[in-house]
């Protein structure tokens, strides 16, 4: 499989995808990404996160403009309800991995895409998170997608586009398999 | 401890805070929550997510507003870097459900909180994601969140907020320890 076997779809420079792959595996170390996020308390539950630079690929990576995120709590849970729950921002984030995921591989694999949609649900008891029962974790206890897909190929291999997603997916990883997470606290 | 005790403080409606915490001490059956995300894609890895209604408290609740957040590549892993990637939405939830707790917990103790800030890093080898090889994880290896905390308390005790704040959270028990995903698939 060669670059020139494949053109641009589904909005994927899969030129420039297929490249990408080989100069990494040619040269492991533009492989270490670093990303990072700075949330900034507002008031109450609301607060305000930016997102710019990153490392990878070399070195470190600017961007033409800052991102920001707000989140809150709803007002059934004391919130101002400004902007989605941390919680709904984690759900969205693993509908929106396997979505940009299951693009590029429809793209490389040449099935051009219609809609695609991914709905997430995520069941938690809050008994957890507001210290009412120790024996109650404090995140979800299960959570569920449900993609509807369309494109120009066999329901089989449309399918399968979705299990090469979640095969590959940075955040379904770390949702079902969990990662080490340091805290530390500066005062002042 | 009573409602009484406690003024609102932060931006928190601290009575309102421990008045619902008594409601669900003795209706567990309010502290079932389903939140629910949908992810609809556009174009290459941008894709756009819908967060409206869930269920609480004991029904289907409502918002006055709809939320939208965007996810994109950045051009170094060939999106157009329209909006955060789905990492970076990972790693604000992280830190946006951290801090909205330590505003929850500073609040209930009644110590008047300054600027806030929690920078969250996060470390990927993207060869796992890439497809390029089976021994990398897909995921981060590892996360670190730096908090910087001013208030009206000794050190030892902002300390102590941010303690608190990572024993019940949600999102910090996600990321660390895991839910199951179940994923399913619909052609057309």
């Known amino acids: 499989m060669t670059v020139t076997d494949h053109a641009p779809l589904n909005g994927v420079d899969t030129p420039t995808l297929f490249a990408t792959v080989d100069a990494v595996r040619e040269q492991p170390e533009l492989a270490r990404f670093q990303f990072r996020t700075t949330t900034e308390w507002l008031s109450g539950t609301h607060n305000r996160t930016r997102i710019a630079g990153f490392h990878g690929a070399g070195g470190e990576q ?27 921002h984690l759900l969205q984030a693993l509908g929106a991995c396997l979505t940009s995921g299951l693009a590029n591989i429809a793209a490389a694999r040449g099935i051009s895409l219609g809609a695609v949609t991914a709905r997430v649900e995520g069941d938690i008891d809050v008994r957890g998170l507001l210290g009412i029962d120790d024996d ?10 449900v993609f509807h897909v369309a494109g120009d190929a066999e329901a089989e291999q449309l399918r399968r586009l979705v299990g090469r997603a979640a095969a590959r997916s940075t955040v379904l990883d770390v949702v ?8 530390d606290v500066a005062t002042s």
Chains 1, 2 share one sequence.
Not at 62 to 88: K, N, S, W, Y
Not at 138 to 144: A, D, K, L, P, Y
Not at 176 to 181: A, K, Q
């Open 62 to 88: 600017h961007r033409d403009q800052e991102f920001t995120v707000d989140a809150d709590h709803p007002t059934v849970l004391v919130g101002a309800d400004q902007a989605p729950t941390p919680a709904e």
């Open 176 to 183: 079902t398999g969990g990662v080490p997470v340091s805290i």
């Open 136 to 145: 109650v974790r404090n995140g979800f206890e299960s959570i569920r997608v």
